[in-house]
C-alpha cells in the first residue's frame, strides 16, 4: 500500500502542483552541476525552481582544483559526443570572454609526445601545426619528445566561472541548499526531477562502480615570463591570469587527498626540465583533486519507480570544463522535455 500511495502521492503532487512551476533539484554545485542549472533556467524560460543541493561548493570541489585548460583529457571513449560538447563549450567561452570576464583567454602553446597522436578535437583549436623534425629537434626537451604538436586553445578558470553561473543562478530566483544526499530517497516528493552532478559521489549515490577517481596533484606556482603552456606525456604546464599550474598526475583508484611532497618535488622538477625559466618560479600552493573517470560520461534520463526522473550528468574525468557547457545544454533539454512531457498528462 505505501508503495502505491508514495506513487499515487507523487503523480497527485504532480497534478495538485499543475500550476505551480516544476521544482528541479540540482544534485552538486561544481562546475558541472551549477552550468546545468543555469542551463536549465535558460532553456525552460526560468518556468521552473532550481534547487542545487550539495555537500561541498567552490571553492571545495573537485572543479576548484582544475587548470581549466579546453581539451578533451581522460574523458572516456564517446569520442564524437564529447567533441561536440567541447565545440559547444568553446563557443560559450568565446561569449563570456566577450562580456569582459576575467579568468579565460586564448592559450598557445606545445604537447611533446612519444607516440604521434593528432586527435580530431585539434580541428576544434587554432594556429594547429603538427611539428616536422627540425621543429621537434628545437623543442625537444626530453628523448620522449618524439613528435610535436603547437596550436591555441583556451582555459576557462573554474572558480570565477563557478561564480558567475552561481550569481546568475540566484538572480534566476534559483535555491541553494548545502547538504550531503546519503540517499535520494531523502528527496521524497519534493522535486518534479533530479539533476545528478554528484561526479565520483554518484559510486555511491546510484551505486555505480563504473565511476573511479583519478588522483590528480599539482602545483600552483608564479612565474610571469612564462607564457606557453607545455605538455608531454608526464608532466604538464598550464597557464591562469595569474598563476602557472603545473601538473600532471594521474594515479586511478588512489583516494588519497593528502598532499605527497614526493610528488611535488617530481612535478617541479619534470616541468623545470621542460621549461628550465620555472627554476625562478616562486612556490604559491599544492593541491589535490579526485578526477571522476568513468568508461564514457553518463549523460541520460533514468525512469525508477515511486522516484521522480532522474537526468544522469556525471563523469566527465579530466575533462568536466572542457565540455560543460555542452553537457549543460543536453542535460537541460532533457529536463525541458521531461516537463512538457508531463504537462501533456495533466
Ligand atoms: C588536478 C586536476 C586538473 C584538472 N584539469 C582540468 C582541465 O585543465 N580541464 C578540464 O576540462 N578538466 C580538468 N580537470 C577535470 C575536472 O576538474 C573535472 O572533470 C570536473 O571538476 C568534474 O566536475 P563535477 O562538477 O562533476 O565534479 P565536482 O567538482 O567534484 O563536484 C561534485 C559536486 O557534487 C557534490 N556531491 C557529491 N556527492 C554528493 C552527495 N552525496 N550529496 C550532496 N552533494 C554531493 C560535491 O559536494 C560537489 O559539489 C582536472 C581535474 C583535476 C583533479
Ligand atoms: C593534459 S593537460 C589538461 C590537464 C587535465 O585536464 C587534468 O589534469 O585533468
Known amino acids: 500500500m505505501f508503495l502505491i500511495s508514495r506513487c499515487f502521492t507523487h503523480q497527485l503532487m504532480t497534478f495538485s502542483n499543475a500550476k505551480m512551476p516544476p521544482k528541479i533539484a540540482v544534485l552538486g554545485a561544481g562546475i558541472i552541476g551549477v552550468s546545468s542549472a543555469l542551463a536549465i533556467q535558460q532553456i525552460c524560460q526560468k ?17 576548484d582544483v582544475a587548470a581549466g585548460l579546453i581539451e578533451p583529457f581522460l574523458a572516456g571513449s564517446d569520442v564524437e559526443r564529447v567533441k561536440e560538447w567541447t565545440r559547444l563549450t568553446i563557443e560559450r567561452i568565446k561569449e563570456y570572454m566577450s562580456e569582459g570576464n576575467l579568468g579565460a583567454e586564448e592559450k598557445s602553446g606545445y604537447w611533446m609526445q612519444s607516440v604521434k597522436e593528432v586527435p580530431d578535437w585539434l580541428k576544434l ?120 599550474i603545473l601538473g600532471g598526475t594521474k594515479d586511478l583508484d588512489q583516494w588519497e587527498l593528502e598532499v605527497n611532497s614526493k610528488t611535488a618535488q617530481k612535478i617541479i622538477e619534470g616541468n623545470c626540465q621542460n621549461i628550465p625559466s620555472l627554476r625562478h618560479a616562486k612556490i604559491l600552493s599544492h593541491h589535490i583533486g579526485l578526477r571522476p573517470c568513468r568508461p564514457t560520461v553518463r549523460l541520460e534520463k533514468e525512469i525508477k519507480n515511486n522516484y521522480p526522473p532522474i537526468i544522469h550528468n556525471y563523469g566527465h574525468g579530466g575533462s568536466g570544463v572542457t565540455i560543460h557547457w555542452g553537457c549543460a545544454l543536453e542535460t537541460a533539454e532533457l529536463v525541458n522535455k521531461t516537463i512538457i512531457e508531463r504537462k501533456s498528462h495533466l
Open 47 to 63: 518556468n521552473v525552481e532550481v534547487t542545487i543541493i550539495a555537500e561541498r561548493f567552490s571553492p571545495d570541489t573537485t572543479s
Open 125 to 244: 583549436m587554432k594556429n594547429v601545426k603538427v611539428l616536422n623534425e627540425s621543429e621537434v629537434a628545437a623543442i625537444r626537451k626530453r628523448p620522449g619528445h618524439n613528435f610535436g604538436v603547437f596550436y591555441t586553445t583556451w582555459y576557462l578558470e573554474p572558480t570565477r566561472y563557478i561564480d558567475y553561473c552561481t550569481k546568475k543562478i540566484m538572480e534566476n530566483g534559483g535555491k541553494i541548499i548545502q547538504r550531503k544526499i546519503e540517499n535520494i530517497d531523502e528527496l521524497g516528493n519534493d522535486f518534479d526531477v533530479i539533476v545528478n552532478c554528484t561526479g565520483l559521489g554518484s559510486r555511491v549515490l546510484f551505486n555505480d562502480e563504473t565511476i573511479r577517481p583519478c588522483r590528480g596533484q599539482i602545483v600552483r606556482v608564479s612565474c610571469p615570463q612564462v607564457r606557453h603552456f607545455f605538455i608531454d606525456d608526464d608532466f604538464y604546464t598550464l597557464i591562469n591570469d595569474s598563476c602557472l
